[in-house]
């Protein structure tokens, strides 16, 4: 929840999450499948709230949460729900965009989603007043760190480092994007993975491979060394959006 990369190649879409959360936080439950809205979703499911910050549905739909909208926000507990259970409620929406247009976010700390439908990829904010909508060109390749953690400049050199590893890997694999986000860069205060003095750790990393036919879903247990990998076979109807699209 805490920076999300997304990448277009080889005819896949690959997006891949760190989750960084403090040390005496519990750690969430393996990624499984959940009935939601009569969608088939599968998440790891935090152990406090019992939300998620990375979902991906039998529809081919994924929604990923990052901590914070623009800035830095002052957190002003209690809230009305959590940022993760509200995750649920978009992806679990028969038009998830239309749906964060639509539903009620008073009482609810800042937020960012990033959101990819077949054939759309949306930038979801919310920043305790106001609901933000971008649409993003789905061939292009984005990162993304959460507010709540990282400055404006320690953004701004991730971002260049991403920019970087894009120009500079002429084979873009799932693996390689996942070895970029398992790198401290020398830096375990705000490498991609991160181990700092004040207890906040990189708990995981998750990455969907989205392409023709399936969705593969990995979860890297950074804390325990367990992977877990899952398919969701896409139904043909969406297989020709996706082939087009990507």
Known sequence: MCTVSFVSVN????????????????????PAFHQ???????????????????????DSTVAVLLNGAFVKHI?????????????LDIIAADKPADFFKEIDLHNIEPFTVILWQPGNLYELRWDGNKK???????????????????????????EQLFSDFIANEEHKTPE?????????NGDSENGFVINRQTGMKTFSITQVIIKPGKVDF??????????FHETIDIPETLNKTIREEI
């Open 11 to 30: 005819n896949s879409i690959i997006i891949t999450s760190n989750r960084d959360e403090n040390i005496q936080r519990q750690n969430a439950a393996a």
């Open 36 to 58: 939601l809205n009569h969608k088939k979703i599968i998440y790891p499911k935090d152990a406090k709230a019992g939300g998620t910050w990375f979902a991906a549905s039998s």
């Open 75 to 87: 957190p002003a507990p209690p809230y009305q729900k959590s940022r993760g259970l509200i995750l």
């Open 132 to 158: 933000y909508t971008s649409s993003l060109n789905i061939s292009g390749n984005y990162i993304w760190s959460s507010s709540t953690l990282y400055t404006e400049e320690i953004i701004a050199k991730r």
């Open 176 to 184: 390689l994007i996942h070895d970029f986000h398992r790198s401290d």
């Open 218 to 227: 990995l979860h890297d247990d950074l804390l325990h060394g367990k992977l």
